[in-house]
């Protein structure tokens, strides 16, 4: 039979871990432009309503599930009802899709964490990204090889193995324990520095003026909700399979807040930052804010190199910067890769470091395969749009509403919380669970008639029928295939002890 069940030592270890799955790119390079583009100052108001009312009580719901089953997306789902299992593979489908691309951007930022000591992009940034190091060739399906990528990427997923066979505790917990403050200490010097360049001033104004009008735009509200749920690694089976290796008496409730405010604080922080930094690069080159200022990869591997030539020691500034992308890219990786990990351990009884190595193993090779070729770029762009706007608000939506609602477990849930922690929870928890169940249909809905009415940036069929769809309907169908499957009676003794 396979070893014991793995934990966390401590509460303040799950909540290092969780934090190190929370704060990630999502915060550096999503957060800061989401903002800028959505009412500015103004976006603040859509953005704690988006975090007071789903995401902390959406954390709280998950947390409850992992811990009252102690087992993985798919056991937990199975446990609020045999019907309600293909969720968790859906889920746990979601995570590893996000894993594949997720590694190739931290090998990126591990390269330019090098490039940027010698500048090496000359002065054109943009043609040395796509051009020189992508190499990237039209949009299609090519297996032709970046030898450039392809080498950063070997090492992501290698120091991704080491860091899970080490197991929850000594891997992820201690990793994150260590990574974490580092992330802070290093970012913190990152936005003082910024904030004493000529401009700062107008790229914090671009930032933080309120546009209160746009309140009034759904696009808003929607762009809120999105941040808040990527931001938070919700419905990723994330926060199931984390909560599902805590003691039995652990102060749920109150974690959940630790880890909702710390994400937030980072974010703003880094919004601080980014457009401080954005607000200099403006004025170097006698331009509005809102030319310099993009989001993603955009702003990663384009604008902040140029800001980097621009702006004196930016060697050095440069390489932090790609530094704090790798760390908070790395903590979150290895979150997001423990789901199908423990998937696979409960469903299949294999051993915690078989396990790992199995998943580890066969996501390497997809990744490695995909991703550090010429068309990588399309593929990745394409499976984050499917996977975040389709895979995860469905994946919410359908908990939400099975779980939640058919099965009626939302009062269980509140009970099994209340039973362990400081935070309590009632009526109003479960109505803001039921509202954010609500207002996630009407995401869905709008997102899917814009992918089937626009297609997505412009890419031909092939891409987002393979890579965006097709990936959907591999998840869809996998699911059910994994839900036929018995599950092995060790399992199920088990879960039966932890009830
Ligand atoms: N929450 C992370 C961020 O803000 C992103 C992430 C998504 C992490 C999915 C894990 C899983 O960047
Ligand atoms: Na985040």
Request: overall charge neutral; some cysteine.
């Amino acid at each position: 039979s396979s070893p014991q069940r793995e934990v966390f030592v401590s509460r303040g270890a799950f909540i290092f871990a969780a934090i190190g799955s929370a704060v990630g790119l999502g915060n550096i390079w999503r957060f800061p432009y989401v903002t800028y583009e959505n009412g500015g100052g103004a976006f603040i108001i859509p953005y704690l309503v988006a975090l007071l009312t789903a995401g902390i009580p959406l954390l709280f719901f998950y947390y409850a599930m992992g811990h009252r089953s102690r087992g993985s997306a798919p056991l937990a789902h199975r446990m609020a009802h045999k019907g309600a299992e293909p969720i968790g593979w859906f889920a746990t489908g979601v995570a590893i899709v996000i894993g594949i691309y997720y590694a190739a951007i931290i090998a990126w930022a591990g390269s330019y964490m090098f490039f940027s000591l010698t500048e090496a992009w000359g002065d054109d940034s943009e043609g040395f990204f796509f051009g020189e190091y992508l190499k990237m060739g039209d949009p299609g399906i090519s297996l032709e090889f970046v030898p450039g990528v392809l080498i950063p990427i070997i090492i992501v997923w290698v120091v991704v193995l080491a860091i899970l066979l080490m197991g929850v505790q000594n891997g992820i917990a201690n990793f994150s324990k260590i990574f974490i403050p580092l992330l802070i200490i290093l970012f913190l010097a990152l936005v003082v520095r910024s904030l004493f360049l000529p401009g700062a001033a107008e790229g914090l104004n671009a930032l933080f003026t309120p546009d209160f009008k746009e309140l009034a735009n759904p696009k808003v509200w929607i762009a809120a909700y999105g941040q808040i749920f990527f931001s938070l690694s919700i419905a990723f089976g994330i926060m199931i399979t984390y909560a599902s290796y805590l003691k039995k008496k652990t102060n749920l409730t109150g974690s959940g807040l630790v880890v909702g405010f710390s994400n937030s604080a980072f974010e703003i922080l880094a919004g601080i930052g980014i457009f401080a930094a954005l607000g200099f690069m403006a004025t170097a080159q006698g331009v509005e804010v809102g030319d310099v200022a993009t989001d993603g990869i955009g702003l990663a591997f384009v604008g902040f190199p140029t800001l980097i030539s621009e702006m004196p020691g930016g060697g050095i500034f440069g390489f932090v910067f790609f530094a704090c992308l790798v760390f908070a890219g790395l903590t979150s990786l290895i979150s997001i890769i423990q789901v199908p990990i423990q998937a696979l351990r409960d469903k299949f009884r294999v051993g915690n470091k078989a396990s790992t190595a199995w998943i580890v193993g066969s996501m390497a090779v997809v990744s490695i395969l995909l991703m550090p070729t010429i068309t990588g770029l399309y593929a990745l762009d394409t499976m984050d749009a499917f996977a975040n706007n389709i895979g995860i608000v469905g994946s919410a939506i359908l908990s939400i509403v099975v779980v939640g609602w058919a099965m009626r477990k939302l009062p269980i849930f509140s009970r099994h919380l209340n039973a362990v922690s400081s935070f309590r929870l009632g009526p109003i928890w479960m109505t803001l669970i039921s509202i954010t169940g609500v207002v996630l249909v009407y995401m869905l809905i709008t997102q899917i008639i814009t992918f089937v009415s626009d297609g997505y940036e412009g890419y031909p069929p092939l891409i987002t029928g393979v890579y965006g769809w097709g990936m959907i309907g591999l998840l869809v169908v996998g699911s059910i295939v994994l839900t036929l499957i018995r599950w092995p009676k060790e399992t199920i003794d088990e879960m039966e002890a932890a009830i």
